[in-house]
């Protein structure tokens, strides 16, 4: 046996042409179940006033459909490169707003492929780990200062000298978060802290 031939064999042993049904449910079910505890732990540390839905769902669809890829890529090597090529042009251009919610949707996409490959012991260990960093980071970011948000519309940039001369009045620690001037009018958002005692205590 030639080495093409030995090298040939040892890719194809890698694809599995039997997709059983048990391997279909097996590997969908523990998606569902790492996706739900994404959500889970996602909900518990999210940070903001309301839930987002929509990416909610999409955290729930993103797992499933990363196991029903890669179910699909290792049954099939000619069906691994076209997915491979067909996905490689896929470009996803929605903005997310926290930086927190670009790690779960890595995560939702992880134990997609790790429960679509067979691996339920990794996807079950590596969701109960990730799940536990979460938690602990959210406690120790609790502890951290919160500050209140001023935010302030007005017509002429006096206005914001005039609010900024308040805040030194009353004794509040300050910082200019941003400034937004379209012309017609300004928004300017604050970020204040109130002093009591010789410390400045934040929401």
């Known amino acids: 046996m030639s080495f093409a031939d030995m090298f040939k064999n040892s890719i194809l042993e890698g694809f599995n042409t039997d997709v059983t049904m048990g391997k279909v449910a097996a590997g969908l079910l523990a998606a569902?179940?790492?996706?739900?505890?994404?959500?889970?732990?996602?909900?518990?540390?999210?940070?903001?006033?309301?839930?987002?839905r929509g990416y909610e769902i999409t955290l729930l669809l993103v797992t499933a459909i990363s196991a029903m890829i890669v179910l699909t890529i290792t049954s099939n090597l000619a069906l691994s490169l076209g997915m491979v090529g067909a996905l490689s042009i896929v470009r996803f251009r929605t903005a997310i707003k926290d930086a927190s919610d670009t790690a779960f949707m890595f995560w939702a996409v992880a134990a997609g492929i790790t429960a679509g490959a067979g691996f339920y012991l990794l996807t079950a260990i590596g969701c109960l780990f990730i799940g536990v960093l979460c938690l602990i980071s959210n406690i120790i970011c609790n502890f951290a200062d919160k500050p209140y948000l001023l935010v302030v519309k007005a017509d002429a940039a006096e206005v914001t000298k005039q609010v900024e001369k308040a805040l030194v009045q009353c004794k509040m620690a300050y910082r200019l978060?941003?400034?937004?001037?379209?012309?017609?009018?300004?928004?300017?958002?604050?970020?204040?802290?109130?002093?009591?005692?010789?410390?400045?205590?934040r929401a």
């Open 32 to 52: 569902l179940l790492s996706a739900l505890f994404i959500l889970f732990i996602y909900r518990m540390t999210m940070r903001g006033i309301a839930a987002n």
């Open 177 to 201: 978060s941003s400034l937004v001037d379209n012309g017609t009018g300004m928004e300017v958002i604050y970020e204040l802290g109130f002093k009591e005692s010789g410390k400045y205590l």
